[in-house]
């Protein structure tokens, strides 16, 4: 899918242009989430782990050092693109409500709390949790 | 109002029902039905969008999507919201960022197509943008529940008109139906179908009660109409009977009226009645009546085209009399004159049937109307007749008694004339009374010729007529009308007399001389004989003044006396001698009336006696004693002549040559010796007649002398047309004619004139030998006065003229 070449190119773009790194985390096992496409969790277009297990995304709040990076990862460099995507999502049924994180703490407080949870934190996790992508 | 019939009552009603029914159901109660959805749905719609953009608010601050994903869930289980959006504002755009349901395609929607939706719309705004949110719901929503609400209705209103027809068919068949047909049979049997069967066939109680009723109803009807039927059979006999007693009864109505309008016709006689609400006479009556009025026996006449019959003079009173006999019911009979032809007046006696007290004054007054004229006028003729005097046509004492009572009782104030003809016995014994008729004839058209019409004039009796005049008129107006009664009897020629007629009028006025008749008619009557005192021959007018009655009486009774008198001889003449003093002896004397042993100046009695006929009666006594003193004179005094006064009546009214010849004879005695005297009064009023009367006595001898000469009024002329044989001069210039230059030279004319005339001179009064010697030296050689002889009765007179024949200086 052209489209998708794209988005990915873009993504790698940005994680190089990225003063530091971004992890996606999950506390889900590496042999669920490894065959997942990142872009399409976290624009909410894939609810569901492969064990049927409704995804809970933690997406990072305003207050966020990594607000913007986020939104430029996913959503065409626009934090509040990212907002609007999810409020649409939202609105429309067509998405879980996502959680926002204020830091990394919080998120990995929502990983122990959810194993369902996928966050975006700007350290390395503990071992204990996967991560399924690192950007830069 | 009409009655209507009870199907379209029914059919009003219920049309009328079924019309607000329907309308109820069908039309308002469904708008009414989808206003309140709407407004439901769009209270529904607000509160989503409300909610919804409070959870975009807090989604976009809060970054909390929960309650998004709340509302996406409500709406999700929400039917009403069809579709919904948000929309962000941006560079001034709105753009939309979220919809529902996903891909609905909000932004591609044309605005047809919106219009298919309610839509409700609500801004909302953060610290970073703001926006608005839209919530929609398809209309075909809305009509789907305004389906499902209003199927019930639908229901409901099929369910309610099932219920009405059942209800109408159940009315109609139940009650109208058997209604209509007892009605109908009803009518039937109203109109006397008593055959006919009654059926109806019903299931309502009442109905059935009703048909019973009918039946009922036809059977009593069937018996009343059979026993009707035999009243009725006996009813016909009876009238049949009742008919011909009837027929009897009209024809001798019939005959009744026949006999009424006879009698009717018979005393002229019309019946009238009164409508009192038209104001209009009906008249009934002989046909010759009614023409009589202008109508016939159907002719109904207003009141006031009667009233314009009545004569003018009696129409106020009719209608006051009539007024009073409606309204009061008093009684009405009224003499009355109608017109009959134009200007013609007839009389008629007007009654009315007395309405009782208490009566309807409302119904028809009753009367009747005779033809009173002959009668009437046959009355007034009587009563003219009763109330006239035959002869002049004036009113009679009858009259002029109710007169002078009337004026009293409505005027309280007038004047009472009586008024005679002087000496008319005179003219009546001299002319005889078919004159003496004429005189009283022009006198009665002079009265009413210049008395008004007003005031009553009567003949009382004799030459004596009445006069009530009221009000009472005042002296000069009474004086006026005695001129022109003087002057206007004066110039009448057409009487046969040779003197004037002259009148006497006495007037009295009442109250001031009385209020009864007596004594105003005594006070009038004094007033006219103190008039005939002072008439001195001609007419005179006195008004009565108190105290002139007593003179009156008192001349009455001299009257009365003098008549006794003269009845028992007591009058007697006494004889004056004359001097002459050619013949140097008594060659005549003077007879003069004397009465011996009554103190009435002789003066007073003649003066009595010439206010009425007493003077013709002592007239002639004084001549049948001068001839019979003629005729016992001795025969040495055959030649003495007698000189015998003759009053003015006496001369004109009495036959004087007829009277001389018959004592003459009676006595045997030449008239020849008879003279008489008579004064210028006599002459003076008719020169032409006295002329003739002087022709005669001159015929048979008797010398004439005209007495008192000087003091009246006689022409030179007159005395030589008289042939006067002798002038008898006044006393009054025969005195003291020795001293009095006057009255010498008057003698002395006198003398000179008579010589003249051929007329000798006698002077009067002579009482002193100067007197005498001066009359002698005027050549007046006949003389009488004390100086010679007194007058002296017969008896005396033989002895003097025995004794003095020659002596003529020695007096009595």
């Known amino acids: 899918m052209p489209w998708l070449v794209l988005a990915m190119a873009l993504i790698c773009v940005d994680v190089t242009a990225a003063a530091a790194d971004l992890f996606v985390v999950t506390a889900q096992p590496s042999q669920l989430s490894t065959s997942l496409d990142i872009q399409e969790i976290m624009t909410g277009r894939t609810r569901k782990w492969p064990d049927g297990t409704p995804i809970v995304v933690a997406l990072p709040s305003k207050e966020s050092p990594y607000f913007e990076d986020a939104g430029k990862a996913w959503f065409d460099g626009s934090a509040s693109a990212m907002q609007r995507h999810w409020l649409r999502l939202v609105f429309s049924g067509r998405a879980n409500v996502p959680i926002y994180t204020k830091s990394d703490e919080e998120a990995i407080a929502i990983l122990e709390a959810n194993p369902a949870a996928i966050v975006v934190m700007g350290i390395e996790p503990p071992p204990t949790f996967n991560v399924m992508a690192r950007l830069n | 109002m009409a009655p209507r019939s009870i199907v379209s009552k029914l059919g009003v009603s219920v049309t009328l029902g079924a019309v607000f029914t329907i309308a109820l159901l069908l039309v308002v109660v469904p708008i009414q039905q989808r206003k309140l959805l709407r407004e439901n749905l769009i209270s529904e719609l607000e509160s989503i969008a409300s909610a919804l953009s409070i959870s975009v608010q807090f989604a976009i601050e809060q970054e909390n999507l929960g309650l998004l994903a709340q509302v996406n869930s409500f709406m999700s289980g929400n039917s009403d919201v069809t579709i919904a959006g948000i929309y962000l504002i941006e560079g001034g755009a709105s753009s939309l960022i979220a919809e529902f349901p996903p891909n609905v395609g909000l ?84 109109s006397g179908d008593l055959d006919m069967d009654i059926d109806i066939r019903t299931d309502n109680r009442e109905v059935q009660v009703l048909s019973s009723s009918l039946v009922e109803l036809r059977d009593n009807l069937s018996a009343a109409k059979a026993e009707n039927e035999s009243l009725l059979k006996n009813l016909e006999d009876t009238v049949e009977a009742r ?191 078919l004159t003496g008729d004429k005189v009283l004839i022009a006198f009665a058209e002079e009265l009413k010729l210049r008395i008004p019409r007003a005031y009553t004039i009567a003949r009382l009796g004799g030459d004596e007529f009445g006069i009530v005049i009221s009000p009472a008129l005042d002296d000069e107006s009474l004086a006026s009308v005695f001129k022109e009664l003087q002057h206007g009897i004066a110039k009448r020629s057409d009487l046969g007399l040779e003197v004037p007629v002259s009148i006497s009028l006495g007037a009295a006025s009442f109250p001031e001389n009385g209020m009864d008749l007596e004594t105003v008619m005594q006070a009038a009557d004094t007033a006219m004989y103190q008039a005939k005192r002072e008439k001195l021959g001609g007419s005179a007018f006195s008004l009565f003044h108190p105290g002139m ?83 016992a004179l001795p025969s040495y005094a055959n030649d003495l002549l007698v000189s015998v006064n003759i009053s003015p009546v006496q001369f004109h009214y009495q036959d004087l040559v007829e009277l001389i010849e018959k004592y003459s004879s009676l006595n045997r005695v030449d008239p020849s010796r008879l003279l008489i005297e008579i004064t210028e009064r006599t002459f003076i009023e008719n020169s032409e007649l006295a002329q003739s009367i002087l022709r ?98 017969v008896n005396k007179l033989l002895a003097f003229m025995v004794e003095k024949s020659h002596s003529p200086t020695v007096a009595v």
């Open chain 2, 549 to 631: 009655d007593a003179e009156r009486l008192t001349r009455s009774a001299l009257r009365s006396r003098i008549e006794t008198a003269l009845h028992n001889n007591e009058l007697e003449l006494w004889y004056q001698p004359i001097w002459s003093s050619t013949q140097q002896g008594f060659l005549s004397v003077e007879a003069l009336l004397r009465w011996p042993g009554d103190a009435t100046p002789i003066q007073t009695v003649i003066d009595t006696a010439e206010e009425s006929e007493l003077i013709l009666r002592v007239g002639e006594f004084v001549i049948e004693s001068a001839f019979q003193m003629l005729a």
């Open chain 2, 696 to 793: 005669r006595l001159k015929a048979i001898g008797v010398q004439v002398a005209i007495d008192d000469f000087g003091t009246g009024y006689s022409s030179l002329n007159s005395l030589h047309q008289l042939d006067i044989d002798w002038i008898k001069i006044d006393r009054a210039f025969v005195t003291d004619i020795n001293t009095d230059t006057q009255s010498y030279q008057i003698v002395n004319a006198l003398v000179k004139m008579s010589e003249a005339l051929g007329i000798g001179l006698i002077a009067e009064g002579v009482e002193t030998q100067a007197e005498r010697e001066v009359l002698e030296r005027l050549d007046v050689t006949r003389q009488q006065g004390y100086l010679f002889a007194r007058p002296m009765p």
């Open chain 2, 107 to 190: 932004d591609n929607l044309s605005k047809d197509q919106l219009a298919d939706y309610l839509l409700v719309s609500l801004p909302f705004s953060t610290s970073t943008t703001s926006g608005r949110v839209l919530v929609g719901s398809a209309r075909a929503n809305l009509e789907e529940s305004v389906r499902r609400v209003q199927i019930p209705l639908y229901v409901a209103f099929a369910g309610l008109a099932i219920v009405f027809g059942l209800i109408f068919v159940s009315l109609s068949r139940g009650v109208v139906t058997p209604m209509m047909a007892s009605a109908r049979i009803a009518s039937r049997l109203g």
């Open chain 2, 243 to 433: 008919t011909g007693e009837l027929n009897t009864a009209l024809a001798e109505l019939k005959e009744s009226f026949q006999r009424l309008g006879a009698v009717l016709s018979s005393t002229n006689s019309l019946i009238w009645s009164f409508d009192r609400i038209r104001d209009e006479f009906h008249f009934t009556g002989a046909t010759s009546d009614l023409s009589l009025f202008g109508l016939d026996s159907q002719a109904n006449v207003a009141l006031k085209n009667i009233l314009q019959r009545v004569h003018p003079e009696s129409r106020d009173i009719l209608i006051e009399r009539f007024t009073a006999f409606l309204i009061e019911g008093s009684e009405l009979e009224q003499h009355v004159q109608l017109e009959t032809t134009p200007g013609q007046y007839r009389w008629f006696l007007l009654t009315g049937v007395p309405i009782p007290i208490g009566t309807d004054r409302s119904e028809l007054a009753l009367g009747s109307l005779v033809d009173m004229d002959e009668r009437f006028r046959q009355e007034q003729r009587i009563w003219e007749m009763a109330h006239s005097d035959e002869l002049t046509g004036t009113g009679n004492r009858t009259q002029f008694t109710q007169a002078f009572h009337e004026a009293v009782r409505r005027e309280k104030s007038g004047t009472l004339m009586l008024v005679d003809i002087n000496d008319f016995k005179l003219i009546n014994d001299t002319k005889g009374h």
